[in-house]
C-alpha cells in the first residue's frame, strides 16, 4: 500500500490567512484611494487668503482683506478704490515692496487670478494663511469745479469747531 503524503496547509480561499492577505491588498488599494478621494474634495473646496494690505507710506490706512485665492486682481485693485476714492498708476506688490514682487506689471495681469500668482489659501477650518501685500497709488486729479474752491475765514472758523462771532 502506497502510504499517502500529508500535504503542507495551505491557506483555503475562505480561511482567515488567506481573507487577511486580500484583505491587505485591498486596504492598501481602499487607503491609497480614499487619500486621492481627499486629495481631490480637498482641491474642490474654496480656499481662503487674509491679505495685509499695506499702503506704503501711510501705515494709517493698513487693512486685511479676506478673500478667495480664485478672486481676480481687479477685484482687489476695485477694492483698493472703494476705500481710496480715484486712483492711478497702481503698483501691487506680493510680500515686499520692489519691481520682481510686482502684480500688475502688464495690463492682463488684472485677470489673473491669486492662484496663477503663488498665492495659496487654505479652506474653511484650516489655519488661515496671511500674505502681506504692499501698495502705492497716485489720487486722480480733480478739474471739479467744487472741489477747486478754496474756502474763507468765515468758513474755517465753522471747520475749526468754533462758531461765527457776530453781533
Known sequence: MVAKKKKGKKAAKGSKKAQADEGSASMGEDSLMAQIRRETMEAELDRYVIL????????????????????????????????????RNLILCKDSFSEENELCKRPDDETKTLEEFGICGAPDGHP?????????FKPVDSDAPLLLVRGNEES???????ASEEA
Open 128 to 136: 488661515p494663511v496671511k500674505v502681506e501685500m504692499f501698495y502705492k
Open 52 to 87: 495685509n494690505m499695506k499702503l506704503m507710506n501711510w501705515e494709517f490706512s493698513n487693512f486685511e482683506l479676506r478673500v478667495k485665492t480664485s478672486v481676480r486682481l481687479f477685484t482687489i485693485k476695485d477694492e483698493l478704490t472703494e476705500r481710496h476714492g480715484r486712483i
Open 156 to 162: 474755517s472758523k465753522y471747520n475749526e469747531g468754533g
